[in-house]
Nanobody
Framework: VQLVESGGGLMQAGGSLRLSCAAS????????IGWFRQAPGKERQGVSC????????YYANFVKGRFTISSDNAKNTVYLQMNNLKPEDTALYYC???????????????WGQGTQVTVSS
């Protein structure tokens, strides 16, 4: 399993970024991919979880309405569109294989190296 994140960068508050997660080494359609983030000195925060069982996508409350996950199955790539960015969104963002245990409890496995998102005020 290999997941490679890209697309991070420095953005002013209110701006947008789109992160990409290129997947390889497994059958893309058989697994769900989600995103989590971690800022220095802070706990990991789940950002999104896509359920394979019912096709639902769940978002953390702090990104709901601003972030959207999508995928291009032909490219084995998952995207995280991030709009209206806030300074508190600054973190290292990871994509990972994910299981949605409940709509709010998500379990991540096999993440990539992460891509840094920095939002200035």
């Amino acid at each position: 399993v290999q997941l490679v994140e890209s697309g991070g960068g420095l953005m002013q508050a209110g701006g947008s970024l789109r992160l990409s997660c290129a997947a390889s080494g497994f059958i893309f359609d058989d697994y769900a991919i989600g995103w989590f983030r971690q800022a220095p000195g802070k706990e990991r925060q789940g950002v999104s979880c896509s359920s394979r069982s019912d096709g639902s996508t769940y978002y953390a409350n702090f990104v709901k309405g601003r972030f959207t996950i999508s995928s291009d199955n032909a490219k084995n790539t998952v995207y995280l569109q991030m709009n209206n960015l806030k300074p508190e969104d600054t973190a290292l963002y990871y994509c990972a294989l994910v299981s949605c245990l409940t709509p709010t409890q998500w379990e991540y496995d096999n993440w990539g190296q992460g891509t840094q998102v920095t939002v200035s005020s």
